[in-house]
């Protein structure tokens, strides 16, 4: 049985600002006795309490900035809590920045192995996958190509067939995106519908209201690193969307 508990998570972001000033200003600030910061803290994610467990199909709404990548991220291992602590039981397959660990002058069978080893799968199961992964991406005849040649659409379906080439316990998805034609579109979504039938547990970041109400029987809202709302999806839906309307 999968399960992921967040137990008062935070994590802060440290914003450096300009060490720069000009000589007279500089100089000044200097006489005035006044040093300004040269960093300041921001709490990307505050005081977060969340369970998931197996059955769970969860979207986490809320504006830009309010936590939602940096909530997914910490799940995902990507970021470490500043604070609190995630516990997570069952293998994740993260899909967020699609593609972010390929090397442009490698090729993309290269790429199939390092960016598998960066998402967790061993040079055995690696092998084992290639060939379908290729075949997917439909990249027969560019699969030992420089992927800096490749064009973004290429990019993208290798990126996504790699990182949806097995079936795991928990799936965690970043405004899905799949790059590709209109037939390979359609094949990479009945592919993610798949995933998520299979998943014990699925949590999605989206802003497509309806795409969250149709895959999502729980929703969470958060609004400046914090939860505002947790429950059923069309009532947590519909209290942001009202939030919205009446700002």
């Not at 450096?16 to 960093?39: E, I, M, T």
Request: aromatic residues 10%.
């Amino acid at each position: 049985m999968s399960k992921i508990s967040v137990d008062k998570l935070s994590i802060k972001f440290r914003i450096y600002h300009d060490r720069s000033p000009s000589l007279k200003d500089y100089v000044a600030n200097l006489f005035r006795g006044k040093r300004q910061a040269a960093y300041s803290d921001f709490w990307a994610v505050r005081d977060i309490s969340l369970e998931f467990n197996s059955g769970d199909r969860v979207g986490i709404v809320g504006h830009n900035g309010a936590g939602k990548s940096t909530l997914l991220k910490a799940l995902c291992r990507v970021y470490e809590s500043s604070d609190g602590k995630v516990t997570v039981d069952g293998r994740v397959a993260p899909l967020l920045e699609i593609g972010a660990g390929f090397h442009p002058e490698f090729t993309g069978r290269e790429n199939i192995y390092l960016n598998g080893t960066i998402l967790g799968y061993s040079e055995a199961q690696l092998r084992l996958i290639e060939p379908e992964v290729i075949a997917f991406a439909e990249l027969e005849e560019f699969i030992d190509t420089p992927v800096k040649y490749y064009s973004t659409g290429m990019y993208m379906r290798l990126a996504f067939s790699l990182a949806t080439a097995m079936h795991p316990d928990i799936l965690i998805l970043d405004e899905v995106f799949a790059g590709g034609d209109a037939g390979f579109m359609k094949k990479a979504t009945a592919r993610m519908f798949e995933m998520i039938d299979r998943a014990n547990i699925m949590i999605m970041v989206s802003h497509d209201h309806k795409l969250v109400r149709s895959l999502c029987n729980r929703v969470v809202w958060l609004d400046h690193g914090r939860v505002v709302l947790d429950g059923p999806s069309d009532e947590v839906i519909d209290k942001y969307l009202e939030s919205i309307t009446n700002a």
